[in-house]
């Protein structure tokens, strides 16, 4: 499997894995420990593209840069695409689209994508990790230059913006945003934080448990804990650090499941960290 960009639960026993480069999806199976083939999502990809009038999405580049997977509580995939930045809602087998969303990155920085190139603001640093958050929204990690959260939907109220984020992220309630459409939907900024402010590092993936959002680093080799994002400030505050053992390198994809971390790396290695001790499982 080409290097292992995301990961997500698809059940209690079975963790998705996806490649950036491939629109295969491999699970691992924790009962039989065996890595096998889940499914493949670029016929459905195509299909919608050919239905938006366009044959652009059946180039070879058109099907690559996934970097983040996500479920909710009805058994849908959400896959993130980071150049174009688009975010698909699939059905469980991948065989269908339902529905895509634009996160408009360009409103973050109040410019256009001309302008964002003029910035120097590299596409492939923009979409790297992604949250459902149950309101209906999305949370997506800028990689770098400099490192954004975002929050991206489609409208808030003036109330909302003095109030903090809640890191419970109930996924049963995610659907409303991603209505199921032939139309590709724009979510736009709701809230922004400054990662970069209180953080060399760079975003690689983000993971939620317990009301707390866990940001990873490739750069730092580091998971930062965050334990709410206020509204009311740009800027975000650690709650702790947790460093990853030096064996680790080019780490891409986190998800969390009781005290255990589930990390994956670009050696397409699927890497699994509880407390102090690490269990590396290769992938072919």
Same mark, same amino acid.
């Given at each position: 499997?080409?290097?292992?960009?995301?990961?997500?639960?698809?059940?209690?026993?079975?963790?998705?894995?996806?490649?950036?480069?491939?629109? =295969?999806?491999? %699970?691992?199976? @924790? *009962?039989?420990? /065996?890595?096998? @083939?889940?499914?493949?999502? %670029?016929?459905?990809?195509?299909?919608?593209?050919?239905?938006?009038?366009?044959? %652009?999405?059946?180039?070879? %580049?058109?099907?690559? *840069?996934?970097?983040?997977?996500?479920?909710?509580?009805?058994?849908?995939?959400?896959?993130?695409?980071? *150049?174009? /930045?688009?975010?698909?809602?699939?059905?469980?087998?991948?065989?269908?689209?339902?529905?895509?969303?634009?996160?408009?990155?360009?409103?973050?920085?109040?410019?256009?994508?001309?302008?964002?190139?003029?910035?120097?603001?590299?596409?492939?640093?923009?979409?790297?990790?992604?949250?459902?958050?149950?309101?209906?929204?999305?949370?997506?990690?800028?990689?770098?230059?400099?490192?954004?959260?975002?929050?991206?939907?489609?409208?808030?109220?003036?109330?909302?913006?003095?109030?903090?984020?809640?890191?419970?992220?109930?996924?049963?309630?995610?659907?409303?945003?991603?209505?199921?459409?032939?139309?590709?939907?724009?979510?736009?900024?709701?809230? /922004?934080?400054?990662?970069?402010?209180?953080?060399?590092?760079?975003?690689?993936?983000?993971?939620?448990? =317990?009301?707390?959002?866990?940001?990873?680093?490739?750069?730092?080799?580091?998971?930062?804990?965050?334990?709410?994002?206020?509204?009311?400030?740009?800027?975000?505050?650690?709650?702790?650090?947790?460093?990853?053992?030096?064996?680790?390198?080019? /780490?891409?994809?986190?998800?969390?499941?009781?005290?255990?971390? @589930?990390?994956?790396?670009?050696?397409?290695?699927?890497?699994?960290?509880?407390? =102090?001790?690490?269990?590396?499982?290769?992938?072919?």
């Amino acid at each position: 499997m080409p290097g292992l960009s995301g990961s997500a639960w698809a059940s209690e026993e079975k963790l998705l894995l996806l490649s950036d480069r491939s629109t =295969q999806v491999q %699970a691992y199976d @924790f *009962n039989r420990k /065996v890595i096998e @083939f889940y499914g493949d999502f %670029a016929q459905a990809v195509k299909d919608f593209c050919r239905s938006q009038g366009s044959e %652009a999405c059946d180039e070879k %580049a058109k099907l690559t *840069n996934w970097e983040a997977i996500a479920t909710d509580a009805q058994g849908n995939i959400y896959i993130l695409q980071e *150049n174009p /930045v688009l975010v698909y809602k699939l059905s469980s087998d991948l065989g269908k689209v339902l529905g895509v969303v634009r996160p408009r990155f360009e409103d973050v920085f109040e410019a256009n994508q001309q302008d964002l190139l003029s910035l120097e603001i590299e596409q492939n640093s923009l979409g790297e990790g992604m949250v459902l958050l149950g309101n209906g929204r999305i949370l997506i990690s800028k990689e770098k230059y400099p490192s954004y959260l975002i929050e991206f939907g489609k409208e808030t109220s003036q109330a909302e913006k003095q109030s903090s984020l809640s890191l419970e992220f109930p996924q049963e309630a995610v659907d409303s945003g991603f209505e199921n459409s032939i139309d590709i939907i724009d979510f736009r900024p709701i809230s /922004v934080w400054n990662f970069s402010s209180s953080s060399k590092c760079d975003i690689s993936d983000l993971s939620v448990f =317990q009301g707390q959002l866990y940001v990873l680093s490739e750069k730092c080799n580091l998971i930062t804990v965050l334990s709410s994002l206020s509204r009311k400030s740009e800027n975000v505050e650690p709650l702790r650090f947790i460093p990853l053992p030096r064996a680790l390198s080019q /780490v891409e994809s986190l998800s969390m499941k009781g005290a255990q971390y @589930f990390i994956g790396s670009d050696f397409s290695k699927f890497l699994l960290s509880k407390k =102090q001790s690490l269990n590396v499982l290769e992938m072919e």
